[in-house]
């Protein structure tokens, strides 16, 4: 197999899986969703992990900290299988999907690196603001929406934006749950013209095409989030 027929295959494939079937479409659309439902609600939940790690319970603290160091000390396709298999037994009555299963697992991974993120970005903000914002007669609960977070999301919008990426790159290994994203995608077209080289090389485009823009739409949000402050 020469260079020129690699490129030759790659459009061929091209034309045919995603202008012509609109297959590679549908893998594209199953990445970005579970990639959105990993980051919206694991950005909830690593909010709420956050604000609970730095809570006065002690046993509250040990329990955070011990699922995030577990989140983050064990590798993701683990946590993806433990979820396809728990989730359903959990769940009996919703009767979940595997495509269910496998964002519940991207969630919890994505909110236990999303919770230290945020920490960080609560922490780097001048304990002088909350200091001054309590002296003004100001709950704590109020300090912590009205002064700290809206300050905390500027130093940490950097460091969403990379989990979001890669987010993107972690639903490749979705792959294993035939859930319909791209490296599904990748699997059936293989299967389909046993032509696997030049079907990984679109792939891979694809995916460099969703990370470098995404990464570009960040930078210029951060630049305006820096040029409004």
Known sequence: ??????????????VTYYIGQGLLWTGIGYTLLLSAIAVFFGAILGALLAIGKMS???????????FIEIMRGTPAL???????????MLLTKLDPTPIACVAIGLMLNSAAYVSEIIRSGIDAVDKGQTEAARALGLT?????????????????????GNEFITI???TSLASNFFVGELMTTYAVIKGVTFNPIPTLM??????????FTLSKLMGIAERRM???A
Do not use: C
Request: glycine share 2%; hydrophobic share 60%.
């Open 78 to 88: 683990l946590q993806l299988y433990i979820a396809y298999f728990i989730v359903p």
């Open 168 to 170: 993107i790159k972690e």
């Open 56 to 66: 006065r319970f002690r046993v509250l603290r040990f329990i955070i900290t011990a």
């Open 140 to 160: 704590a609960r109020t300090t912590m929406v009205k002064v700290v977070m809206p300050q905390a999301i500027k130093n940490i919008l950097p460091a969403l």
């Open 202 to 211: 679109d792939i891979g485009i694809i995916y460099f095409v969703m990370t």
């Open 226 to 228: 820096k040029a409004s």
């Open 1 to 14: 197999m020469t260079l020129g027929s690699i490129f030759h295959d790659m459009w061929d494939i091209f």
